[in-house]
Nanobody, 117 residues
Framework: QVQLVESGGGLVQTGGSLRLSCAAS????????MGWYRQDPGKQRELVAT???????NYADSVKGRFTISRANARNMLYLQMNNLKPEDTAVYYC???????????WGRGTQVTVSA
């Protein structure tokens, strides 16, 4: 069993920055792919950014150039640096992780990000 806990959300003005963190704990041998997703009420959860264990990244077009995903493998941590935030970035942000040898996809409970106009 793997637990993911997100932190770092909050209220920020348009153009501001936030850094989200996700701490993984539990029976972890090695984490493989990890990612950030977000969901606004009434909308489907959407991919924000993913990163492989080797550091290859993928971003949604809407956040390219503004958000940066990174990870610290030794500490089982995932990060999302969000710059130049816009009101449309407002959502609950979720961390997702996969573990080597485990077919499950694990999710955190989310952290709220609100960007005021």
């Amino acid at each position: 069993q793997v637990q993911l806990v997100e932190s770092g959300g909050g209220l920020v003005q348009t153009g501001g920055s936030l850094r989200l963190s996700c701490a993984a704990s539990g029976l972890i041998v090695s984490l493989s792919a990890m990612g950030w997703y977000r969901q606004d009420p009434g909308k489907q959860r959407e991919l924000v950014a993913t990163i492989t264990s080797g550091g290859s990244t993928n971003y949604a077009d809407s956040v390219k150039g503004r958000f940066t995903i990174s990870r610290a493998n030794a500490r089982n941590m995932l990060y999302l640096q969000m710059n130049n935030l816009k009101p449309e970035d407002t959502a609950v942000y979720y961390c997702k992780a996969q573990v080597v040898g485990d077919p499950m996809h694990y999710w955190g409970r989310g952290t709220q990000v609100t960007v005021s106009a």
